[in-house]
Nanobody, 134 residues
Framework: QLQLVESGGGLVQPGGSLRLSCEAS????????IGWFRQAPGKEREGISC????????NYADSVKGRFTISRDNAKNTVYLQMNSLKPEDTAIYYC???????????????????????????WGKGTRVTVSS
C-alpha cells in the first residue's frame, strides 16, 4: 500500500525551529518530486516547497523563503523540511505529497523552476500539526 507519513510537528515558540519528516512506504520515494504544503485554519492549502527526485532542484514560496529548507535522503526514503525562525503565521497542518507522474528529473526541474511543481501531486500524507505560539 502506497503511503506517505509526516512527523515532527508540535508546539514551538516564535523564533524556534522544527524539522518535519515525510517517509514513504510501499514505493520508492527517490523516483519522484516531493512537495510540502500547509493549511492554516480557515485558509486554503498553500504549496510551500518542492524538491526534485535527485534533490538538485528546489522551490520555495515567498512566505517561507530564507527560513525553510527542503532536503531528502533517498536511501532512507524520506524528505525533510527544516523550519527555522518560525512565526505564529506558520501555524498550520503540514502535508507532504508526491508527484508520481513526472518521473524525469529534467521535467521535474522545469516544473520546479516555474513553480508548477505544486499542481501535479497525486499521493498525499495525512499531515502533521505545527503550532507556533508563546
Amino acid at each position: 500500500q502506497l503511503q506517505l507519513v509526516e512527523s515532527g510537528g508540535g508546539l514551538v515558540q516564535p523564533g524556534g525551529s522544527l524539522r518535519l519528516s515525510c517517509e514513504a512506504s510501499g514505493f520508492t520515494l527517490g523516483h519522484y518530486a516531493i512537495g510540502w504544503f500547509r493549511q492554516a485554519p480557515g485558509k486554503e492549502r498553500e504549496g510551500i516547497s518542492c524538491i526534485s527526485s535527485s534533490g538538485g532542484s528546489t522551490n520555495y514560496a515567498d512566505s517561507v523563503k530564507g527560513r525553510f529548507t527542503i532536503s531528502r535522503d533517498n536511501a532512507k526514503n524520506t524528505v525533510y523540511l527544516q523550519m527555522n525562525s518560525l512565526k505564529p503565521e506558520d501555524t498550520a497542518i503540514y502535508y507532504c505529497a508526491a508527484d508520481r507522474q513526472a518521473t524525469s528529473e529534467a521535467v521535474q526541474a522545469i516544473y520546479i523552476k516555474s513553480s508548477l511543481c505544486y499542481y501535479g501531486m497525486d499521493s498525499w500524507g495525512k499531515g502533521t500539526r505545527v503550532t507556533v505560539s508563546s
